[in-house]
């Protein structure tokens, strides 16, 4: 007996936060620039550079949002909710590319170091431009646990992990002038392509297990088992449970097994039951229940994992 789904409109806080990501990355890549071009620190170049691709992921991140909302169609009957799994996954391979860029301008300056000029200026304002990120990355993180959107919670990680390697150059650059070694310079370019890299593969690291359908964790599982168990008295048991979830929209589908004699009706009743217990549990949910009279179903050990036996 499969549910029936209404689909829920597209989030305007969603939204909103994903067009205004765009504003805030170009103003955070000026002032960035604007520090590379006063001190000429390649380091922070690398950084500017790194937001260069804040920039193009904000993009694309409206872009995810925006198509994930959408309502099922006939093309796409379980929705469009993978687009922003499909958009970060993208944006972690964007990463990892302009870490290895990175990694290209600090080998050059290793072997052509330069002098750097005025760098108590360019860290003030990379320091302006750092603050102007971290406030960002924790409202977009913060509303992307909310509304379980995978692309603004990336986007948001992708630029929290910009804030510490701004950080990290913050104090290096301002040792510069007094160890008196420009060698520093490339070498703080390399370890912010590092933490670049590392971000690039978490972030397709966690999108990936959503187009793959990872089962959520352990514990919501045996919850809804136990669910089952307690809503569902009057049927014999239940087997095969299984379950995904894209963005906010949880997919759940079993079979139940019940008495012969079991009227239609009563069966509905009891499957009534589950989905509301179901839904009150995860919220929106695709429930799909496949009743099977004993007679006709495959009966399974108890003790199995893939077996819920239910109290009658």
Same mark, same amino acid.
């Given at each position: 007996?499969? =549910?029936?789904?209404?689909?829920? %409109? ?41 937001? !260069? ?18 309502? %099922? ?9 993978? @687009? ?20 290209? !301008?600090?080998? #050059? ?47 948001? $990680? ?30 703080? =370019?390399?370890? &912010? ?22 089962? /959520? ?13 307690? +809503?569902? +008295?009057? @049927? ?9 979830? &894209? ?9 139940? &097994? ?9 069966? #509905? ?22 009743? $099977? /009279? ?19």
């Amino acid at each position: 007996m499969p =549910s029936s789904l209404t689909p829920t %409109a597209p989030s305007p806080l969603r939204l909103r936060i994903a067009r205004l990501s765009i504003f805030v990355s170009v103003i955070v890549l000026a002032v960035k620039y604007s520090a590379y071009y006063v001190s000429g620190s390649g380091a922070l170049l690398s950084d500017a550079i790194e937001t !260069i691709l804040n920039v193009v992921a904000s993009i694309g991140t409206l872009w995810a949002v925006s198509f994930a909302a959408r309502p %099922a169609d006939d093309n796409h009957q379980y929705g469009h909710g993978k @687009a922003e799994y499909l958009w970060a996954v993208i944006e972690g391979v964007l990463v990892v590319l302009a870490a290895l860029g990175i990694l290209l !301008i600090a080998l #050059h300056d290793a072997f052509h170091p330069m002098p750097i000029d005025a760098p108590f200026f360019g860290v003030t304002l990379n320091a302006l431009a750092g603050v102007i990120n971290l406030v960002w990355a924790r409202i977009m993180i913060s509303i992307g646990r909310r509304h379980t959107s995978q692309a603004l919670l990336s986007a948001g $990680e992708h630029v929290q992990s910009d804030v510490w390697a701004s950080l990290a150059l913050l104090i290096g650059v301002s040792l510069i002038p007094f160890v008196h070694w420009n060698g520093l310079d490339p070498l703080l =370019s390399a370890l &912010v392509a590092l933490n670049v890299l590392w971000t690039g593969f978490c972030m397709m690291r966690r999108s990936m297990s959503g187009l793959m359908d990872e089962v /959520p964790s352990a514990d919501l599982v045996e919850k809804l088992r136990l669910l089952i168990a307690q +809503t569902g +008295t009057g @049927a014999l048991e239940a087997h095969d449970l299984r379950m995904r979830k &894209v963005g906010s929209l949880f997919f759940v589908e079993f079979h139940l &097994v019940v008495p012969n004699h079991m009227q239609i009706t009563e069966a #509905h009743d009891i499957c009534d039951r589950i989905e509301a217990a179901f839904r009150q549990e995860l919220g929106q949910a695709s429930i799909h229940i496949h009743v $099977e /009279p004993e007679k006709m179903a495959k009966r399974h050990e108890p003790g199995q994992n893939s077996v819920l036996v239910l109290s009658s």
